[in-house]
């Protein structure tokens, strides 16, 4: 694999997509499938499907194109997405409260093992099983839950102060739902939930007579 | 413009792309930008950015590009961001109470003018300066209000009921987070919120050693 610096954000969004498409294919029985199937399928041209795989590997059989099975466990061990990823939410706000008991994370192999907030209004309670704990023992049960990812739901002032406190436990990434530019100095990965993104496409489909479900809004 | 159906939904997708690529430029002042620099920048080869403007008319100027301004303006209306919706939230849970407040809304040109529930223990509580509603009053108010967005914030049981009554009431969009595909036969547009795919991009960048932050996680 070449240096991570190499690797285009674009090329990396378009993965769950390809992984997404891979998976219907075993579904169907296929075995076999062309990077001209897989960009009709995405709407890229079959030359961006070579050259964003290209970058993880010699993947396809000359004649044959790329065998289902065989790109689908490349991709989902390159991905990370063979195995399961503890997570924590710190704020136990609207947001918080309804990502806790958000069942498709535990689907796509994340579980969310610990729940954080400073107000002494709500430490102690419980949300979907889990007592909400105070910010102080955040480092002790990062490193004993094997915590990797940091879910942010706090208002957008105290997101950076909770962004700083999770890398310095040792978080490796953090899911932002804050409407705010987080500062990581390059320590960890960072993605951001915007929901205006998702009304915007879906104006965007009303003022040009798009009518029916769009797949799930996919990166 | 072509028919809708002709539009493939990965254009639409990129179109928030484009125009959030150009809204930079406007902002350095830049006046061209060639097919070429906008592919760049966001990953695309020249030619499908080319293909993708195309489905919308003639935009380019030989030997120029693209003004920059002009093509934001066309894109803009096009797309119905130059003007303002009117969006009603149903359901006054965590989902509903947390979108209720949303600033990035109003911000992209949507106003929450309502909210539903049919819960007799929060109909007529405030949330965000709004009356919470019973769902009987949903048609009166979205013809009065000229909502034309409705955003299901409903348990997944009951999401499929709710958008059944928002389609009857004349909305013309649903934005979705009940973890449920909805029906809506075709008779208007369906986007869906997945949080999960956010977290997946985001265990994508930890596996893929990139760190610092990803611009938000857009379509």
Chains 1, 2 share one sequence.
Do not use: C
Not at 77 to 87: E, Q, V
Not at 152 to 176: H, K, M, Y
């Amino acid at each position: 694999m070449p240096p991570r610096s190499k690797i285009p954000r674009p090329t990396v969004k378009r993965l769950s997509l390809y992984l997404r498409e891979l998976e219907s294919h075993i579904e169907r029985d296929q075995q076999t499938i062309s990077s001209k199937q897989l960009g009709t399928a995405l709407g890229l041209t079959d030359a961006q499907v070579r050259k964003d795989l290209a970058y993880f590997g010699q993947f396809g059989h000359p004649g044959i194109g790329y065998r289902v099975q065989e790109l689908t466990n490349k991709l989902r061990h390159i991905l990370g997405t063979d195995h399961r990823w503890n997570a924590a939410v710190v704020g136990a706000g609207n947001i918080g409260r309804a990502v806790m008991p958000y069942a498709r994370f535990a689907r796509k192999g994340f579980d969310i093992v610990a729940i954080f907030d400073d107000n002494p209004s709500v430490i102690g309670t419980e949300i979907a099983g889990h007592k909400v704990r105070p910010m102080r023992d955040l480092p002790k049960l990062v490193r004993e839950r094997d915590i990797k990812i940091g879910i942010v739901a706090v208002p957008a002032s105290f997101a950076q102060q909770v962004t700083d406190e999770l890398i310095r436990a040792g978080v490796l990434g953090i899911l932002n739902f804050a409407p705010v530019r987080l500062d990581v100095h390059d320590a960890v990965s960072v993605a951001s939930v915007d929901f205006s993104l998702s009304l915007e496409q879906l104006a965007f489909q009303i003022s040009l007579g798009m009518t029916g479900p769009l797949e799930e809004l996919s990166p």
